[in-house]
């Protein structure tokens, strides 16, 4: 069945637009009245009301490769360079669209509120499910600002911009920004959709706002906004102007995690009923739309949310369909072809060196954790084992260091290194084998080689680290238009629900709880196709470390950062576990300039500038906005 993508139509509905939050300038339209004067038109403003959320698939959403994942070549676009931290109020970066989409978006929704009444001939359900969703982006825009920024002005209908500034919402605390999200939440539920026909699949329904709520009460409680892990110091005097109140809390409270406990039990006891993790059932054996890997854990995280052609996946809870263009991440991980082949392989998505060990060894483990792993010597060059992925594709000649060899299927799933093996249909123009298991070809990233740096350094296509991104490329991929390659961006699968609970239980403690998380962790862990942990951490070097709260603590966030691995949670999850100075850390990767595999296989800290500062675990205000409204205070630390 033919999927429409609601957000394709935005552009011909009627918008409002402009520079920031308080200088919101209508455009030209021919009357107010043109954005309900039918059902059609109504429905057009709604669409309009979704047009001001990021797009998490762009290179310029703030999330999306800042997250200490990957880098790439010759650095110079916004969103290469927003990693190395020179933004500020006065130099926003990326910032900026973000900051300003958030509030035009929160005003369009009321906008859209305050006259949705007035349609002639609305059905009556759609008019509840419409009301309901423009309330439930009011939360949703609102939660995407408190994420970015911490307190925030609470918008509870839409502000005048010939009013004096003065007069303006203050930031409101923390605690207080939730609080009003959640009831926002709270109010769409009862009359938001359960589903949609699927020529409108992605608009938000009851079970995204189920699956959102829950989200919202984890970052609620995590150390950022809940104690900072008892270092007040930052954040002692981030004040109210007006009466003082602090802004984040001060001290860490038991009682928002329990408050997140509930919330997300509910949660999963009903998304339950309806949604499960994908898995290797589903991706079933190759195909011409779903060609290799072949390997079964392999193909099931490979295509986990990749899997949606007729817009029915049994993970996705809540979905951006807005479609790919040439300068996102399937064209951006796409091998470098001749001049027969597709011109718009980027072959620049280059995993870092620290994401590449972070994956897990077959067993289930750390690499530095494995007693069966070499790890001392995992930089050791080997000659490459037959089948040495589980896929077989064919005699895999040359070289590769040991850390590529018996990792777990997450890694050959979205992992590409020299001499390994990368999924696609079509490459230099012509079909990569007739067989649907056999459509690979082998990488080749040394200098001088197909998709290796040129000797003469005038190419930005190539890969910065020594290793090529597969996840989010669809192996049936031949020329970035094609259908088969396109699929939604997953905001809210069931994996997130899982570990989210797991987290919060091990947060919350106690024998039980600790025991029901691994529950949840050996849910992803076995579609992945790696031990449970008790059966994995019984051969661990450390084994006592999974059975502690500290323990399981490191294994639940371990676990998020490779199973959401460019999937834009890092980046906050870092922030909200107040650990995010480890993007400040110097890039790893291997000697892209070496032409033979002794030179190559190198490792070397790369000439990439990476910084993070305390006061980048919040965003600031645009130093305009804090000029206009005296009541605001800007984030510490700028």
């Known amino acids: 069945m033919k999927t429409k993508y609601i957000l394709l139509s935005i552009a011909t509905a009627v918008l ?11 455009e030209e339209r021919n009357t107010p009245e043109d954005t309900y004067k039918n059902p059609a038109a109504a429905r057009g403003f709604l669409y309009s009301c979704y047009s001001k959320l990021p797009n998490s698939r762009k290179p310029e959403h703030i999330d999306k490769y800042s997250a200490g994942e990957v880098c790439f070549p010759m650095e110079k676009n916004d969103f290469q360079t927003f990693p190395r931290g020179y933004y500020s109020p006065v130099f926003l970066s990326i910032t900026e669209s973000y900051y300003n989409n958030i509030w035009e978006g929160i005003r369009r929704c ?36 408190l994420r970015a920024y911490g307190p925030i002005p609470i918008i509870k209908a839409p502000l005048d911009p010939t009013t004096d500034a003065g007069t303006y919402p203050e930031r409101s605390s923390v605690d207080e920004v939730v609080e ?7 109010e769409a539920l009862p009359d938001m959709a359960e589903s949609f026909e699927s020529d409108e699949y992605g608009r938000f329904t009851r079970y995204a706002a189920i699956a959102l709520r829950a989200r919202l009460h984890l970052y609620a409680a995590s150390p950022l906004f809940n104690g900072n892990n008892g270092k007040t110091e930052f954040y002692a005097d981030f004040k109210s102007k007006i009466d003082g109140r602090y802004l984040i809390a001060q001290t860490e409270s038991r009682e928002k995690w329990e408050t997140a406990e509930e919330i ?94 972070l994956f897990y060894t077959k067993n289930g483990l750390p690499i530095e954790e494995d007693t069966e792993f070499d790890y001392p010597g995992r930089y050791s060059i080997v000659n490459m084992p037959n089948n040495f992925d589980g896929n077989n594709y064919k005699n ?52 001088g080689e197909a998709q290796g740096a040129k000797e003469d350094g005038n190419d930005a296509n190539y ?28 905001l809210i699968r069931m994996a997130e629900l899982y570990l989210n609970y797991a987290e919060i239980l091990i947060e919350l403690g106690g024998e039980d709880n600790l025991s029901k998380a691994k529950v949840y962790i050996d849910k992803i862990r076995t579609r992945a196709g790696i031990p449970t942990i008790d059966v994995a951490w019984e051969k661990a070097a450390h084994p006592k470390k999974a059975n502690t709260q500290d323990g399981l603590r490191e294994i639940v966030r371990r676990e998020r950062q490779i199973e959401f691995y460019l999937e834009n949670h890092r980046f906050w999850d870092l922030r909200r576990w107040k650990q995010a100075e480890i993007l400040g850390e110097k890039v790893k990767g291997l000697n892209i300039y070496g032409k033979t595999e002794e030179d190559f296989f190198q490792v070397k800290e790369l000439n990439v500038i990476r910084t993070f500062k305390e006061a980048q675990y919040l965003m600031p205000i645009p130093q305009p906005e804090i000029n206009k409204c005296p009541q605001w205070v800007q984030n510490p630390g700028y």
Not at 114 to 133: F, Q, R, S, W
Not at 307 to 320: K, S
């Open 16 to 26: 409002m637009s402009g520079c920031n939050y308080l200088d919101i300038v209508p």
């Open 110 to 145: 009321y906008e859209f509120l305050g006259v949705i009444d007035l349609t002639p001939n609305m059905v009556e359900d759609d008019l509840k499910h419409y009301k309901a969703e423009a309330t439930f982006l009011i939360a949703y825009y609102h939660f995407l600002a």
């Open 180 to 186: 009003f999200i959640d009831k926002k939440i709270e």
């Open 264 to 357: 997300t039990r509910k949660a999963i006891e009903e998304l339950d009923t309806k949604f499960r993790l994908y898995d290797k059932t589903d991706a079933g054996t190759p195909d011409a739309a779903k060609p290799g890997p072949a390997e079964v854990n392999q193909r099931a995280v490979r295509y986990t949310f990749m899997d949606n052609a007729t817009g029915i996946n049994p993970e996705l809870i809540m979905v951006d369909t807005r479609p790919e263009t040439q300068y996102e991440i399937q064209n951006q991980s796409c091998p470098r072809q001749n001049d027969k082949g597709y011109k718009n392989a980027y072959n620049s998505c280059a995993p870092t060196l620290q994401i590449v060990e």
């Open 396 to 447: 895999p000649n040359g070289k590769t260091l040991k850390l590529h060899l018996n990792r777990e299927p997450r890694f050959y799933a979205w992992i590409g290194f020299h001499n390994g093996f990368f999924e696609i249909a079509k490459y230099n123009g012509a079909n990569t084998n007739a067989a649907n298991n056999k459509k690979a070809i082998q990488l080749k990233l040394m200098c």
């Open 463 to 490: 890969s910065g680290t020594g290793y090529l991104n597969k996840k989010f490329f669809h192996p049936a991929f031949q020329n970035g238009l094609n259908a088969t390659t396109k699929y939604p961006y997953p």
